[in-house]
């Protein structure tokens, strides 16, 4: 707790240091930073902030940001719950925009759009591309 306090005095909006913590309990690992930013509203320079502020709960490599263990996991979800719906919204809104021009957001639309009850919204992606797979990452 002392850890996410210093790392939201160094952010300084409670909000916005509210939506980076929304997002890592919302989004699937490894979650790529310019994704949690755009989910969260902000740069990928804070996020990295935050991530490094955040260590070791947090870790980060060439795949993206996780979460180290599962105690901290718990926190974070438990940290993040006041803010879980919205976020998983935004999160779908932003997943069913890039869809097709990214391999994270192609790999993840459905699962995002099925949480928040969107499962509907599937059906154009679909028939619009009726092979719709994941993009290559690679």
């Known amino acids: 707790r002392t850890q996410f306090g210093e790392a939201l005095a160094k952010v300084g909006q409670v909000g916005l240091f509210d939506s980076v913590i929304a997002g890592l309990a919302t989004l699937p690992p490894p979650i790529p930073a310019n994704h949690l930013a755009a989910v969260a509203s902000t740069s990928v320079e804070l996020v990295t902030d935050c991530v490094r502020d955040l260590f070791p709960g947090l870790r980060v ?4 940001i996780f ?9 974070i979800k438990a940290e993040a719950q006041a803010n879980l719906c919205s976020i998983q919204g935004v999160v779908a809104d932003h997943f069913f925009r890039q869809h097709r ?38």
């Open 61 to 64: 490599d060439t795949d993206g």
């Open 101 to 138: 021009s990214d391999a994270y957001a192609s790999t993840h639309v459905a699962d995002s759009l099925i949480t928040v009850g969107r499962g509907a919204d599937l059906l154009p992606l679909i028939e619009g591309d009726p092979t719709l797979q994941a993009l290559d990452s690679g």
């Open 67 to 75: 979460i180290a263990d599962e105690d901290f996991e718990d926190f």
